[in-house]
């Protein structure tokens, strides 16, 4: 594993891949990511989706910078964050809600699971 990953120079080829059908309120969100580590329980890279809105149930820790696009992560409790550019935030686990992209969306993220 390398000691440093620097996100500007990393390389990784892409993965294809979307929400299950199931899971899908409206649109038909595509994903595209990109993972620069993925061990030990963690993974970590660049994720881009197309707009739509699909409903999530977390089991791990998400630390995410948003860094274009536009969404929102909405809880199961109301909440409602806002997901724009510079938007740096975490979700843990036994957080259930929707998604939803609004604007073609990429960011960066680290996930460990619990």
């Not at 990784?12 to 649109?27: F, Q, T």
Request: aromatic letters at 12%.
């Amino acid at each position: 594993m390398p000691t440093i990953i620097d996100f500007n120079e990393a390389s990784a080829e892409p993965r294809d891949s979307a929400p299950a059908p199931e899971r899908i309120l409206h649109g038909q969100p595509s994903w595209r990511s990109w993972l620069y580590l993925s061990e030990n329980g963690m993974t970590s890279g660049r994720w881009e989706s197309t707009p739509g809105c699909w409903t999530i149930a977390y089991d791990k820790w998400e630390f995410m910078t948003i860094l274009s696009g536009r969404g929102v992560v909405r809880g199961e409790d109301g909440s409602r964050t806002e997901l724009v550019p510079g938007a740096t935030l975490v979700i843990n686990p036994g957080f259930k809600g929707t998604w939803e992209v609004l604007e073609p969306m990429a960011k960066h993220f680290f996930v460990r699971l619990r």
